[in-house]
């Protein structure tokens, strides 16, 4: 069971993913291998507009501590 609230923020995830995915792949040929990239915050704070600089290899750890393994 989803509520109207969670039904959101699964778009809004599914948005913000997409969009750095496809910043991704656009970027990827294009930026040296040490150039930061402004992808978007993918924390759970829906009104969160964040953007970290990243760059590429490191682009799936973002500023939320969702899973800070290693
Ligand atoms: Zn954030």
């Known amino acids: 069971m989803t509520t109207a609230r969670e039904d959101r923020f ?4 599914k948005l913000f993913r ?5 910043l ?3 970027v990827e040929g294009i930026v040296e291998p040490d150039q930061s990239i402004p992808f978007l915050c993918e924390c759970i704070d829906e009104t969160c507009i964040a953007r970290i ?6 682009s799936t750890e973002l500023c939320a501590p969702m899973t800070s393994g290693s």
Do not use: F, H, I, S
Not at 10 to 13: A, D, F, H, L, S
Not at 53 to 58: A, G, H, I, K
């Open 18 to 22: 997409t969009a750095n995915e496809g």
């Open 24 to 26: 991704r792949e656009r």
């Open 53 to 58: 600089d990243l760059t590429p290899p490191r």
């Open 10 to 13: 699964v778009e809004n995830e």
